[in-house]
């Protein structure tokens, strides 16, 4: 983004706003959103991260999710939302927010909307300002989803993770690093899978729908390499009609 002197300005130093980034089981939501969060400076916000962190601090909201899901019923939204807000007033938020995996549903979303319109602002020259979030979808083919997932290997020992399609080790079902007997993990079989997929598909399509009709959903092509897939994803949300 050029300042009026004809220089680049820093993402670093300048407001990034609220980016949300949709994509099914292995599209990359999470190599991405580090990338983005590294070029702007602001924080990737998991939904995940923060009830585990809200569980493990005793907090008034992570002990009534800890009740809930101890009894094996679901944290509602109204819990979830709650631990959303109380995120999004921490400081390291003030340039802007990378949404991961938040809002689910249309009905997180259009709280995500009324939330953001009264009680996050961001400035600009000293003066506070609204900044309209931008919602990228990565977009992969059912079939490349599917080998991606369940081509899945990862060492016990070390952590590594392959992938018999696209990344496999040098000796088949060895470790390169240590030598150790590769595992699949047990939600990675194909059955597993594809009702992930199937689920999903369902939640997710009302989503983009939403975001499309209020003009702010860019879509990008996520079956390229990391750099090439990062570059369209930097493009969405440089050229989105919001910074």
Request: neutral net charge; proline residues 5%.
């Amino acid at each position: 983004m050029a300042t009026q002197a004809g220089t680049v300005t820093d993402p670093k130093t300048r407001n990034a706003g609220p980016v949300i980034l949709l994509g099914a089981p292995g599209a990359g939501k999470g190599t991405q959103a580090k990338f983005i969060a590294e070029r702007y400076g602001i924080p990737q916000i998991s939904t995940g991260d923060i009830l585990r962190d809200n569980v493990a601090r005793g907090t008034e909201l992570g002990k009534k999710a800890k009740a809930v899901m101890e009894g094996g019923g679901l944290v509602s939204d109204d819990l979830v939302c709650a631990m959303v807000a109380d995120r999004l007033k921490q400081a390291d938020c003030n340039r802007g927010f990378i949404l991961d995996g938040f809002p689910r549903t249309v009905a997180q979303a259009e709280w995500l909307d009324k939330h953001l319109s009264s009680n996050v602002s961001f400035f600009e020259n000293g003066k506070p300002c609204q900044i309209p979030p931008v919602v990228v979808s990565i977009k992969v083919g059912y079939n490349q989803l599917l080998q991606r997932l369940t081509g899945r290997r990862s060492c016990p020992a070390c952590g590594r993770i392959y992938n018999v399609y696209f990344q496999p080790p040098r000796v088949e079902g060895i470790c390169d690093v240590d030598g150790g007997k590769l595992v699949t993990r047990k939600d990675d079989t194909e059955e597993v899978i594809s009702e992930r997929l199937k689920a999903y598909e369902r939640q997710t399509l009302p989503l983009a729908d939403f975001y499309r009709k209020k003009g702010q959903l860019q879509e990008v092509h996520g079956e390229g390499s990391v750099e090439e897939i990062t570059s369209e994803m930097l493009k969405a949300i440089e050229n989105a009609d919001r910074l």
